[in-house]
Every structure is written in C-alpha cells, then in structure tokens.
C-alpha cells in the first residue's frame, strides 16, 4: 500500500470538456457538436505526442509556439468542422488563448472524485504532478477535485517540468514522503513514467486505448488503479 499517490491531470483527472470547446469555436464562427468534439477525443490522444506545447516559461523559446493551437485545430478536424484553413487556425489559436486564460480540461473523467475519496480515506495522501500553463491549481478548485490534495505541482508554477525528476520531489518534499513509498499515475510514458522512474517513484500508466501495451503497469483509469489498489467499490 502507498503512502501516497502522486497525479498528472490532462486525461488522468480531468478531460477537454467538449461543451465549453464547442462555445468557443461558436463564438470564431465555427459551429461544432459537443458530440463531434467527444468522438475526435480519441483520436486525438493517439496524435497527442505531435503538440509539445510549452510547461515552463523556460520551455517558450525552444517549443514551438503555435503547437497548443495546432491541437485545437487538429480537434476541430477530427470533429468534422468545416470552415476555411485560416478560420480553423485562427479558431485554435482563440481557444488555446482562452485555454491558457481559464483551464478547457475541466471535465472530471468518471468516477474520479469517488476515486480519489477512497484514496484519501484509506490514509493515501495525494498530490497533482502536472505539466500545465500556471492555471491547474485554480481549474481544479472550480471542479471541485483540489479538496482531495494535499499539494499541486505545477510546472509553469514551479519552473521545471516532466520528465525531470525535480518536479516530483517537490511534490514529495511537500508531502513528506519517501520516493519508495509513492506511486505515480500519469498517462504518457516518456513524461510521467521515466519522470518518475528517474526520481525513483514507481508508476502506473493510464492507457485506455492500449496505445502502450510493452508497458508493465497499466490501468484504465483513475478509478480502475484505486479498485485493483483498493478492492471493488
């Protein structure tokens, strides 16, 4: 049993929520189903790897700056919008811009908040471990998961991000918990896993999509790892 579970959030926690995503593309004259945008979700995280968006200040002058509205735009296709290219870019341009402004990963996965009170009173102490924009402390106050942490590590925040093993001490300094006695859950293998592998914390990769399945720990989702930890609720 661990004395705590360290968390990414992006497609661990919490989701695009397509409803918030479509209002945008209305608002740039592209109308989208909140449908479309659901069924282009997985899709799209099999191309996730293909937006290396800045997670540090430090990160903007070597990551490409328009990658966070490539992803949108990339959404928007998937999801079948039609507009002109310079519509579709301009319109992933405007909700990263609102992304970056007010967190659009705000959708809580199912069975997640459940998920994490079991954790929590079985004694496991948690902390969020995630390569953000400075804006995940604040989205997950709004969604109601912050109450289940005892830390959030930010990367834009904190000035260094996964995989450098930094990130994830400061998150067990924080707690006060040994690496040998920490799990992380993360769903990209070369951010969280070797991130957490080089700080010497075991992981579990979330991979819904068998996208990984070389991988030796893996699970569905948040609420899959805490059934196997836990038992069945």
């Known amino acids: 049993m661990p004395a705590a579970v360290l968390l990414d959030v ?8 397509h ?4 209002g945008h593309a209305a608002a740039m004259g592209v109308p989208v189903e909140a449908a479309a945008l659901a069924r282009a979700e997985d899709p799209l995280r099999r191309e996730l790897a293909l937006y290396p968006w800045a997670s540090t200040p430090a990160q903007q002058s070597t990551r490409p700056p328009t990658a966070g509205a490539a992803f949108f735009r990339r959404m928007l296709e998937l999801a079948g919008a ?3 290219a310079e519509l579709l870019e301009a ?8 992304h970056l402004e007010h967190n659009v990963w705000c959708r809580v996965g199912a069975g997640v908040d459940e998920a994490l009170g079991r954790l929590r009173a079985a004694g496991i102490r948690l902390a969020v471990v ?5 804006t995940i402390d604040a989205m997950l106050r709004r969604v109601g998961l912050h109450r289940h942490m005892e830390a959030v590590v930010d990367s834009w925040v904190v000035g260094v991000a996964k995989p450098d093993p930094r990130i994830f001490e400061i998150a067990l300094e924080r707690l006060g918990v040994a690496p040998g006695a920490a799990v992380m859950l993360g769903d990209v293998p ?14 579990v990769l979330i991979d819904p999509l068998d996208l990984h399945t070389h991988h030796a720990s893996r699970v569905a989702s948040v609420p899959a790892f805490v059934d196997a930890l836990l038992g069945a609720a």
């Not at 995630?130 to 400075?134: D, F, K, L, P, R």
């Not at 070369?190 to 992981?203: F, K, L, T």
């Open 190 to 203: 070369a951010i969280d896993m070797e991130g957490a592998r080089a700080a010497a914390i075991s992981g």
């Open 130 to 134: 995630s390569n953000s924009g400075g």
């Open 91 to 98: 319109t992933g341009a405007a909700i990263w811009q609102r």
């Open 82 to 84: 039609t507009a002109p």
């Open 19 to 22: 409803g918030v995503i479509a």
């Open 10 to 17: 992006g497609f661990t926690l919490t989701f695009p929520d």
